[in-house]
């Protein structure tokens, strides 16, 4: 005991003498500060090649900048950092090291800090380690990590998994590390004593889903700013807090959006309290003042990834020069650029907006005032797009179709290769069949789009094998109805098909045979024919380039219309023509504009001849009213994500019986709807969430209400005191399966009536849907999983009474870094640059120190 009572006043003494040296000086940015559009490459290759000379880097993870303009790198795929002089490319070795174990090895370079005597600092995410290298040594020494540890937090034994990030304090030279796949900020006094600061597994206020880098503002009181990149936003914690802040972006809901980040993974802080942002999956850096609701973009504003000057490739770290001029580790491109800073005088502001306008209402003859809703409902999948196979989860859904009594078919080929019943009203999805990968009738390559007849067969068309099969229902396998003869240009032969439709009374198979540039039409499975273009990829009227989906409606004489997805149009082709017409969009040229189209995957029309287009690389649904010139959106905006008012690269659309249409949105794994009612002459609007209204701001602190779980950040001066073990809380509800198999007998006889599915047929035909009824009734219950640890901690002081959550999500340990994204725990970086990192330590304070370390000496003993 007297030991430990020493080592606390120790701890105790360092603290205090830390607060006795000069502060830190403060990054400092002008106020007006402008960047750069496009950078100049300062080191590696400006076309992103890789390699291991001294001009080149291989995945550099982080940068710094010192106060001499000396730009040093991790170059992590070299295992070494290189120092850059000032306009040199050509590097300096600085740290030779390789892979292995050894104190002079890594097995992975995850992030690197710098002290003011030029020590630099390596986190090793693999090891779970940080080796500090002294200038021109050979080795480094452990200084943090590197297996367990005793938590003087609360006295257990324990260890750190996969750590994304670290600080070091520029005084006390104590190391911050974000501890990734314990989802919790520890705090390294020294190399053998380690506290648990903040954090737990969650979503609340006061935990983190996989935290990658951080901030600590020494000049606030150590305020704590970290990046909670799983939960796609960063939370500031304040001096005294027990729960965090949300600072930037909106919880769980990634995004493009200023107001969204996108699995962001590191941070800095200026004096202003303007952070910087590594926005990694948006290929960007933005600057949002704390207290703002959205940021603003300064490096990488096309919201695409790429090599030219304009454009990032999942950034990783940040750092400044002196002047404010922007460095980034420009990972995947092999390079670190620099975009220049200006300062100008004189400047207009233009308030930026990041609310999403609401369309204007779209006239029709039968209802003069029909808008959709701004937000979609999800019926199936997650409303934050997590990854899944569970009944009531998605991975990859690519169409959808609508049955009787609008029940929803889902194709869904992420991992399993299987097609989803969802009741009206159920999020919980019904296994119709369940394949695998191969080329076996039992088996698909890809599934990309999907057709059910009257009788309840599925028609799949498979790309990868070029092929569409017909399954019965409650069939083990299919048959081939169209293609199946190999990959070819010939007319028995199919190329990369991505379109599909059959007719409803014929069975007639048209195809948008994609890379064959044509739509073919498969009158059985021997015969086919051409109805439009052919062999030449082109933008001519009888040509087409790339199409991928199709439409055809029955009631004007089987016309034909193409999303001709490559040319960026809609064609209209009449039956027998030989050439189209352009009907939406403008030939060759994409765009985001009312009367442009970028990359159209599909459309379907309704009776009125409106045209409802899958704007694919738009991230929208645009409405196209016969005889117009321009479109409007009717679903997504000019930003994509997981928000209820976003898509992101929706690959069709339906429509109900209501008029609501149903898109599945691919990337997020949802399928989502408008919502709604009819009034007068007029559809009101509602938004609802399985019955719950949903209102999502643009700011907030949290979409998830904190449960009892305080963690307090203390004043660093806090003695550590007692330990707290946390109880720890299961539930566990069983999972209940549905049903795989499906009973042939179960097929009900479709009405004589119009149909409300989404194909437009004469009014004499039948519904071309039928609704599959599962012999067995399926129990939708809770599906939870046990929380195995938690730990709600302070900086110092752990004496407070620990409350446990009731509500208890997933386990805290994870072997993902990232469970949304599953983010390599070598891309986790938060670098601070020397000059505003570090302090030059005067000789009075060093002085002072040595003076007090002598006094707390002598009362010790």
């Given at each position: 005991?007297?030991d430990?009572?020493?080592?606390?006043?120790s701890?105790k003494?360092?603290?205090?003498?830390a607060?006795?040296?000069?502060?830190?000086?403060?990054?400092?940015?002008?106020p007006?500060?402008?960047?750069?559009?496009n950078?100049?490459?300062v080191?590696?290759?400006?076309?992103?090649?890789?390699?291991?000379?001294?001009?080149?880097?291989?995945?550099p993870i982080?940068?710094?900048?010192?106060n001499?303009?000396?730009?040093?790198?991790?170059?992590?795929?070299?295992?070494?950092?290189?120092?850059?002089?000032?306009?040199?490319?050509?590097?300096?070795?600085?740290?030779?090291?390789?892979f292995?174990?050894g104190?002079n090895?890594?097995?992975?370079?995850?992030?690197?800090?710098m002290?003011?005597n030029?020590?630099?600092?390596?986190?090793?995410g693999t090891?779970?380690?940080?080796t500090?290298w002294t200038?021109?040594?050979?080795?480094?020494?452990l200084?943090a990590?590197g297996?367990?540890?005793?938590?003087y937090?609360?006295?257990?034994?324990?260890?750190?998994?996969?750590?994304?990030?670290?600080?070091?304090?520029?005084q006390?030279?104590?190391?911050?590390?974000?501890?990734?796949?314990?989802?919790?900020?520890?705090?390294?006094?020294?190399?053998?004593?380690?506290?648990?600061?903040?954090?737990?597994?969650?979503?609340?206020?006061?935990?983190?889903?996989n935290p990658?880098?951080?901030?600590?503002?020494?000049?606030?009181?150590?305020?704590?700013?970290?990046?909670?990149?799983g939960?796609?936003?960063?939370q500031?914690?304040?001096?005294?807090?027990?729960?965090?802040?949300?600072?930037?972006?909106?919880?769980?809901?990634?995004?493009?959006?200023?107001?969204?980040?996108?699995?962001?993974?590191?941070?800095?802080?200026?004096?202003?309290?303007n952070?910087?942002?590594?926005?990694?999956?948006?290929?960007?850096?933005?600057?949002?003042?704390?207290?703002?609701?959205?940021?603003?973009?300064?490096a990488?504003?096309?919201l695409s990834k790429g090599?030219?000057?304009?454009?990032?490739?999942?950034?990783?770290?940040?750092?400044?020069?002196?002047n404010?001029?922007?460095?980034?580790?420009d990972?995947?491109?092999?390079?670190?650029?620099?975009?220049?800073i200006?300062c100008?005088?004189?400047?207009?502001t233009?308030?930026?907006?990041?609310?999403?306008?609401?369309?204007?209402?779209?006239?029709t003859?039968?209802?003069?005032?029909?808008?959709?809703?701004?937000?979609?409902?999800?019926?199936?999948?997650?409303?934050?797009g997590?990854?899944?196979?569970?009944s009531?989860l998605?991975?990859?859904?690519?169409?959808?179709?609508?049955?009787?009594?609008?029940?929803?078919?889902v194709?869904?080929?992420?991992?399993?290769?299987?097609v989803?019943?969802?009741?009206?009203?159920s999020q919980s999805?019904i296994?119709?069949?369940?394949?695998?990968?191969?080329?076996?009738?039992?088996?698909?390559?890809?599934m990309?789009a999907?057709?059910?007849?009257?009788?309840?067969n599925?028609?799949?068309?498979?790309?990868?094998?070029?092929?569409?099969?017909?399954?019965?229902?409650?069939?083990?396998?299919?048959?081939?109805?169209?293609?199946?003869?190999?990959?070819?240009?010939?007319?028995?032969?199919?190329n990369?098909?991505?379109?599909?439709?059959?007719?409803?009374n014929?069975?007639y198979?048209w195809?948008?045979?994609s890379n064959?540039n044509?739509?073919?039409?498969?009158?059985?499975?021997?015969t086919?024919?051409?109805?439009?273009?052919?062999g030449?990829s082109?933008?001519?009227?009888n040509?087409?380039?790339?199409p991928?989906?199709?439409?055809?409606?029955?009631?004007d004489?089987?016309?034909?219309?193409?999303?001709d997805?490559?040319?960026?149009?809609?064609?209209k082709?009449?039956?027998?023509?030989?050439?189209?017409?352009?009907?939406a969009?403008q030939?060759?040229v994409?765009?985001?504009?009312l009367?442009?189209?970028?990359s159209?995957?599909?459309?379907?029309?309704?009776?009125?001849?409106?045209?409802?287009?899958?704007?694919?690389?738009?991230?929208?649904?645009?409405?196209?009213?016969?005889?117009?010139?321009?479109?409007?959106?009717?679903?997504?905006?000019?930003?994509y994500?997981v928000?209820?008012?976003?898509?992101?690269?929706p690959?069709?659309?339906?429509?109900?019986?209501t008029?609501?249409?149903?898109?599945?949105?691919?990337a997020?794994?949802?399928?989502?709807s408008?919502?709604?009612?009819?009034?007068t002459?007029?559809?009101s609007?509602?938004?609802t969430?399985?019955?719950?209204?949903?209102?999502?701001?643009?700011?907030t602190?949290?979409?998830t209400?904190s449960?009892n779980?305080?963690t307090?950040?203390?004043?660093?001066?806090?003695?550590?005191?007692?330990s707290?073990?946390?109880?720890t809380?299961?539930?566990?509800?069983?999972?209940?399966?549905?049903?795989t198999?499906?009973?042939?007998?179960?097929?009900?006889?479709?009405?004589?009536?119009?149909?409300?599915?989404?194909?437009?047929?004469?009014?004499?035909t039948?519904s071309?849907s039928?609704?599959?009824?599962?012999?067995?009734?399926?129990s939708?219950?809770?599906?939870?999983?046990s929380?195995?640890?938690?730990?709600?901690?302070?900086?110092?002081?752990?004496?407070?009474?620990?409350?446990?959550s009731?509500l208890?999500?997933?386990s805290?340990?994870?072997?993902s870094?990232?469970t949304?994204t599953?983010?390599?725990?070598?891309m986790a970086?938060?670098?601070q640059?020397t000059?505003?990192?570090?302090?030059?330590?005067?000789?009075?304070?060093?002085?002072?120190?040595?003076?007090f370390?002598?006094i707390?000496?002598?009362?010790n003993?």
């Open positions: 005991m007297a430990r009572c020493l080592k606390y006043l701890i003494s360092m603290i205090i003498i607060v006795l040296i000069d502060e830190i000086s403060a990054l400092s940015i002008c007006t500060a402008v960047w750069a559009l950078a100049t490459t080191a590696g290759s400006s076309s992103g090649s890789s390699g291991s000379t001294l001009t080149k880097l291989k995945t982080a940068v710094i900048v010192d001499n303009s000396n730009t040093y790198v991790a170059d992590t795929g070299n295992y070494r950092v290189l120092q850059f002089p000032v306009n040199s490319t050509t590097g300096v070795l600085r740290i030779n090291g390789s292995g174990t104190l090895q890594f097995s992975s370079m995850t992030d690197m800090g002290d003011a030029g020590n630099i600092y390596i986190l090793d090891l779970a380690r940080v500090k200038p021109g040594s050979a080795s480094g020494i200084v990590g297996g367990p540890f005793n938590d937090f609360d006295g257990h034994v324990d260890s750190m998994g996969q750590p994304g990030g670290m600080f070091i304090e520029p006390s030279l104590f190391i911050w590390i974000a501890d990734t796949n314990n989802s919790r900020i520890v705090k390294w006094v020294n190399s053998s004593t380690v506290l648990t600061v903040c954090g737990s597994y969650g979503a609340n206020s006061n935990q983190f889903i990658l880098g951080l901030f600590v503002d020494t000049t606030a009181g150590n305020t704590l700013y970290v990046v909670d990149s939960n796609h936003r960063i500031r914690w304040l001096p005294g807090a027990t729960t965090g802040e949300t600072v930037a972006g909106i919880t769980s809901y990634y995004g493009s959006g200023l107001n969204q980040l996108w699995s962001p993974i590191a941070i800095v802080v200026d004096s202003n309290q952070m910087y942002i590594t926005d990694r999956l948006n290929w960007r850096i933005l600057q949002w003042k704390v207290g703002a609701s959205f940021g603003i973009d300064i990488g504003t096309a090599t030219a000057p304009n454009l990032l490739g999942n950034p990783s770290s940040v750092s400044f020069d002196s404010g001029s922007l460095f980034v580790a990972t995947t491109n092999n390079r670190v650029q620099k975009f220049a200006s100008p005088t004189n400047i207009s233009t308030t930026v907006s990041s609310v999403v306008t609401t369309m204007m209402p779209i006239s003859s039968t209802c003069p005032m029909t808008v959709w809703a701004l937000n979609a409902t999800i019926i199936a999948g997650s409303p934050i997590i990854v899944g196979l569970t009531t998605l991975d990859g859904p690519t169409d959808v179709w609508v049955g009787n009594n609008d029940s929803i078919y194709i869904d080929w992420g991992t399993y290769y299987r989803q019943l969802f009741y009206p009203g999805g296994t119709i069949f369940n394949a695998s990968y191969g080329t076996n009738f039992n088996q698909f390559s890809s990309d999907f057709s059910i007849d009257m009788s309840g599925i028609y799949i068309l498979d790309n990868g094998n070029s092929r569409v099969t017909k399954w019965a229902p409650g069939a083990s396998a299919g048959i081939v109805v169209a293609g199946g003869n190999g990959s070819g240009s010939s007319l028995s032969k199919l990369s098909p991505y379109g599909i439709f059959v007719e409803p014929t069975s198979i195809i948008a045979d064959n044509r739509i073919v039409k498969w009158i059985n499975t021997s086919a024919i051409l109805v439009a273009g052919g030449t082109g933008s001519k009227a040509q087409l380039y790339y991928e989906g199709l439409f055809v409606d029955t009631s004489s089987n016309t034909l219309y193409v999303a997805t490559y040319n960026h149009r809609i064609q082709w009449l039956y027998g023509a030989s050439n189209g017409t352009t009907m969009g030939s060759t994409y765009g985001s504009a009367n442009q189209l970028s159209p995957a599909t459309l379907i029309m309704d009776t009125n001849g409106s045209m409802y287009i899958v704007d694919y690389g738009n991230h929208r649904i645009v409405l196209w009213l016969l005889g117009a010139t321009s479109g409007t959106v009717i679903a997504g905006s000019n930003t994500g928000l209820p008012s976003q898509l992101y690269h690959y069709s659309v339906r429509l109900d019986s008029g609501a249409f149903i898109v599945p949105d691919h997020p794994n949802t399928v989502s408008s919502t709604t009612s009819v009034s002459n007029s559809i609007i509602t938004a969430l399985q019955n719950t209204t949903i209102t999502v701001p643009l700011t602190n949290s979409l209400t449960t779980n305080p307090t950040i203390l004043s660093a001066s806090t003695s550590i005191a007692g707290v073990t946390p109880s809380t299961v539930s566990t509800s069983a999972i209940v399966t549905p049903s198999t499906v009973s042939s007998s179960a097929v009900v006889t479709p009405s004589t009536t119009v149909p409300t599915s989404p194909t437009v047929t004469p009014p004499t039948v071309t039928a609704v599959v009824t599962p012999s067995t009734t399926v939708t219950s809770a599906i939870a999983t929380l195995t640890k938690v730990s709600s901690s302070a900086i110092v002081t752990p004496s407070t009474t620990v409350s446990m009731t208890v999500t997933t805290q340990k994870s072997n870094i990232n949304i599953k983010l390599s725990s070598t970086a938060s670098s640059s000059n505003h990192s570090f302090a030059i330590r005067n000789l009075n304070s060093k002085l002072l120190v040595l003076s370390c002598f707390m000496i002598f009362i003993n």
